[in-house]
């Protein structure tokens, strides 16, 4: 398991238990919202957080939220932790700091339970990840908070499958270029797959990659970008990749 301020183990370039892998290509899994759920335990606090802020102050707390979020991604980057962070800061500026502090305590106890959530598996991912593993090179590429990050994989039962595991802070070309260079990977020969078009779309379309897009029903409005017209392939469940990656060819 590997992040981009820890060393490599560099096992892309190796198989599992000797397995011959002959597909040819390598093919990038990104996390949340792909392999497991993830957004909709965000929309659920935010429910939360519109309850605590009362009507009057809701419409208007989304929108600063939103903003506040952005604002700290330099500081706190993706996450759970940066979002609470952000929520009591959101908090304090739309009620001009009136804000009690058993509500700063209920948000930072729905923090802990978003990091206590059981991981749950999207549907066709678990099958279609080990059936792929057997003759591809697999790489999980995901971004945010390192410790959660590392839970949430160690906790889906998937990480054994991959032959590497990237968590990074930011997702866009540079980034990919530098995770494929570690690992020795041609970008014309990696096929990434991804709920977010912003992040696991257009960076890998850019180097000259391929991609997937499975979409999930939630999309948090910082990833919201215009897909492009062509050049990738729109899946509506992890059950249909395989097909894809068999007309990949050699």
Known sequence: MTSENKASDNRAGETKAGENKTGGWTIGFDGDDTLWHNESIFSMTQDKFRAMLGEDLAADGDRRLLDTERGNLGLFGYGIKGFILSMIETAIEV??????????????????????????????????????????????????????????????????????IEIVSEKDPATYRRVLTRHGIAPERFLMVGNSVRSDILP???????????????????????????????????????????????
């Open 95 to 164: 009620t001009d700091g009136r804000i009690e502090a058993r509500d700063i305590q209920a948000m930072i106890e729905a923090g802990k339970a978003m990091l206590r959530h059981p991981v749950e598996l999207l549907d066709g991912v678990a099958e279609t990840v080990e059936y792929l593993s057997h003759s591809h090179r697999l790489v999980l590429v995901t971004k945010g908070d390192l410790f959660d990050q590392e839970s949430k994989i160690a906790r889906s039962g998937l990480a054994e499958m991959f032959d590497a």
């Open 204 to 250: 890998v379309l850019e180097i000259g990659g391929r991609a997937v897009h499975v979409p999930y029903h939630i999309t948090w409005a910082h990833e919201h970008v215009e897909p492009p017209e062509q050049g990738y392939e729109r899946i509506d469940g992890m059950a249909e990749l395989t097909g894809i990656v068999h007309g990949l060819g050699h």
